[in-house]
């Protein structure tokens, strides 16, 4: 993200200002502080919450769901898992409402959707056991009125043949002393003729209510859908001016899919839009990185609707927002010698906590005890972190002693279950100790080396990743010096939504992994890892 002096109008923010799969943005103020929350789905901690003073520069402040008792997604869908949080404060307390869908499919009928309530005293946790809402729908928001009230919403969704799945968004009040929902449940939204009605949050402003919803899917004709009523359960008027925001009409933009938005306002009352934006290698072509969040300043007079500051209803790639007091963060080292005792917070795991699956922080680096294979859904010894550009290379130094062909240990560019590509560390009966790419597409597995590369019987083995725009090519190195490139360069949009299912979620992962399918538990010792751009 760059940023340009600030000027009378506002600062110049470039859009995406989250960049690496940070989907369905829920933006909050507090006080001077902004938050931002995003969905995480299968990977662990549970919900990616991020601050910032100033709206440019943006740093982690927490991942409120990092014990079981609050999240356990072992066995979640490819996916699944953490759908569309809704991070809102009441005065007191912080608010994390969130979905754990268990399974979901394009061609299923039925999604369990499971939605919870945890609270918090400030953003740093700690977050309390979760509250169960309810498992009617997804995408669940909480709004706190002015008269003390707090009400639970989330979209309907309806499996019946013969019926639309997006049924509408539902109201029912949430009583904090009860800790459940309570009274009637109505439909107050059915949504526009764009259907595909999603993503509900409500704010109050000038004596209207204002529902603000997500339309079209989450692809090329997402929508950002407002409508307004001077009653919480409407009937509710939409925008005269049609969608907020939708790039759908203007597939040559740098910046699509905008949609799943949300609200929030500075001290001095300027309105800001977050939302969920994609930027694809060729026109409506694959996007790598997933799903992210951009910014969006709002011209918003009183009584009136608001609009985009720039006008129309497409996204800016360059958006002027309010110049607040520059509040910079300091950087985060590029290289991890894993020496403290957590993991840092880029590091995540897939649907369960680390000390669950073999992960091991020694002092001396990070030791993983091999579990289940990359398919699994269940046990996988995995630390990934985001690609956040086109232009990146990770690297790492790995030490490993298999000895049998079910042992492995190596560095994955990894999008699910189903679908990623692994330069591994191997035995072979002829070659030894040895290297091999291999790769899972749409779930068909595959060797892409004909012989194994022998790599020595003992000493540390540097591997690579690197993307170069749209292709990422693996290398190696056994005196970290000399990186020799192994196997023949991948196309980005292998590892994207578009590719991996034709309906998916995430976004690219780079990611130290092992297994062991030998059921040994065989470990391998990762001594640093390092993550540049350029």
């Known amino acids: 993200m760059t940023a340009e002096p600030p000027t009378r109008q506002g600062v110049t923010v470039t859009n995406p200002i989250l960049r690496g799969f940070n989907p369905d943005p829920s933006i909050l103020r507090v006080g001077t502080d902004y938050y931002i929350a995003t969905s995480t789905f299968q990977w662990y901690p549970g919900v990616a919450i991020y601050h910032s003073r100033d709206l440019v520069n943006w740093r982690p402040a927490a991942q409120p769901l990092n014990r079981l008792s609050l999240l356990d997604m072992r066995g979640d869908a490819d996916s699944g898992g953490i759908w569309a949080p809704c991070l ?58 002015d008269d003390g009230k707090k009400w639970f919403l989330n979209m309907v969704w309806d499996h019946r043949a013969g019926h639309h799945p997006f049924a509408g ?245 990894y999008y699910d279950s189903r679908n990623w590509v692994y330069l591994r560390v191997s035995h072979d009966e002829t070659a030894g100790r040895a290297l091999n790419v291999t790769s899972c597409e749409n779930g068909v597995y595959r060797e892409h080396l004909a012989q194994d590369v022998s790599v020595g019987d003992s000493g540390p083995v540097q591997l690579e990743v690197t993307y170069s725009g749209s292709t990422f090519q693996f290398a190696y190195s056994t005196d970290g010096e000399t990186w020799q490139p192994i196997g023949e360069p991948f196309s980005a949009g292998l590892l994207s939504d578009e590719h991996c299912g034709g309906l998916s979620f995430t976004g690219t992962f780079l990611a130290l992994t092992c297994q062991d399918m030998s059921g040994r538990r065989a470990p391998a010792d990762f001594r640093w890892a390092e993550y540049t751009e350029f």
């Open 169 to 413: 968004i539902v109201l029912q009040e949430y009583s904090p002393a009860e800790k459940k929902l309570v009274g009637p449940r109505e439909i107050i939204f059915t949504g526009t003729e764009v259907r595909v009605t999603e993503g509900p949050h409500v704010y109050k402003k000038d004596g209207w209510y204002y529902l603000l919803t997500a339309e079209g899917g989450t692809s090329w004709e997402h929508t950002v859908t407002l409508a307004r009523s001077r009653s919480l359960h409407g009937p509710y008027e939409v925008h005269p001016q049609g969608p907020l925001m939708t790039a759908v009409d203007a597939p040559h933009l740098p910046i699509q899919k905008p949609g799943h938005a949300s609200f929030t306002s500075t001290p001095d009352g300027q309105w800001i839009m977050a939302h969920l934006c994609g930027r694809p290698l060729t026109t409506q072509g694959e996007c790598p990185l997933g799903r992210e969040t951009g910014l969006q300043a709002l011209d918003w007079p009183e009584g009136e609707w608001p609009t985009l500051a720039q006008g129309g209803h497409h996204p800016a790639e360059h958006a002027q927002l309010p110049a607040l007091p520059p509040h910079p963060w300091p950087e985060v080292p590029a290289r991890d010698d894993f020496t403290g005792d957590t993991l840092r917070s880029e590091w995540m795991t897939l649907r369960a906590p680390a000390e669950l699956l073999g992960v091991e922080l020694t002092g001396a680096g990070l030791r993983l005890h091999g579990r289940e294979s990359l398919m699994s859904r269940h046990s996988v010894a995995l630390v990934g972190r985001r690609l956040q550009s086109l232009h990146a290379r990770l690297r790492t130094e790995l030490e490993f002693a298999p000895d049998d062909f079910q042992q492995m240990a190596g560095l994955t560019a």
């Open 88 to 145: 809102s404060h009441d005065g007191e307390l912080f608010h994390l409402i969130y979905t754990d869908v268990k399974s979901w499919g394009i061609n299923e009928s039925f999604k369990d959707s499971h939605n919870y309530l945890t609270t918090a005293p400030s953003i740093e946790g700690p977050w309390s056991e979760p509250v169960y809402m309810n498992s009617s729908g997804f995408d669940p928001s909480l709004f706190h009125d």
